[in-house]
């Protein structure tokens, strides 16, 4: 499975942008699929998952009422709306999908989109 972002870019604090992530590959029994960040100097944290189905997502406490995580599985992509944008909002962003069947496991990540809010 490759995972390929994009949407990153500058934007001035309160902006929006819209990140996608489009899965290729053999990308059957792809389950549960997130957005982390990596901000410079410090490690890799969740930003939001989503389960395969889309019916239950996660946020981190810094991101809740501004980033909204979606999915649309004919597509096998996987999307991040940010609003209202902060400075501290500043990182790359990576992709993150899991697959699993029966007696197995894979985790995969993309190469990541960088994503600066300026103040």
């Known amino acids: 499975v490759q995972l390929v972002e994009s949407g990153g870019g500058l934007v001035q604090a309160g902006g929006s942008l819209r990140l996608s992530c489009a899965a290729s590959?053999?990308?059957?029994?792809?389950?549960?699929m997130g957005w982390y960040r990596q901000a410079p100097g410090k490690q890799r944290e969740l930003v939001a998952t989503?389960?395969?189905?889309?019916?239950?997502?996660n946020y981190a406490d810094s991101v809740k009422g501004r980033f909204t995580i979606s999915r649309d599985n004919a597509k096998n992509t996987i999307y991040l709306q940010m609003n209202s944008l902060k400075p501290e909002d500043t990182a790359v962003y990576y992709c993150?999908?899991?697959?699993?069947?029966?007696?197995?496991?894979?985790?995969?990540w993309g190469q990541g989109t960088q994503v600066t809010v300026s103040s």
């Open positions: 993150n999908a899991d697959q699993d069947g029966s007696g197995w496991y894979r985790n995969y």
């Open positions: 590959g053999k990308t059957f029994k792809i389950n549960a």
């Open positions: 989503i389960t395969s189905a889309g019916s239950s997502t």
